[in-house]
């Protein structure tokens, strides 16, 4: 189910203090990129992913694939920098605002 506009404010507000734990370079995005940001939402469920200048395609377009391979939604991309959300299925740590 995509995010509400309420929803993606929230995980914004959560993810500004975080910093990247994922770049995205020359190489795109990749499987083992994706294993890579898999485990992090496993772990975090909020995560912030740089995506560098050499990086074959535009940020939305990456982003965007980043979010379908990984089953993620994408709470916000600006700049370099995509937010992504996958809420866990067992023990969620993040509570989001309910949807109307």
């Known amino acids: 189910m995509p995010l509400t506009g ?22 795109g995005v990749t499987d083992a990129v994706v294993r890579e940001l898999q485990g992090a939402l496993h772990a975090h469920e909020l995560v912030k992913v740089r995506m560098l200048r050499t990086a074959p395609a535009q940020r939305a377009e990456t982003a965007a694939e980043l979010g379908r391979r990984a089953g993620a939604e994408i709470a916000q991309v600006l700049g370099r920098t995509a937010l992504l959300f996958k ?13 109307p």
Request: net charge positive; hydrophobic share 40%.
């Open 6 to 27: 309420k929803q993606r404010r929230h995980l914004r507000a959560l993810g500004h203090a975080l910093d990247p734990v994922l770049t995205i370079g020359a190489g």
């Open 87 to 99: 809420a866990r299925l067992k023990d969620p740590s993040i509570k989001l605002p309910p949807a």
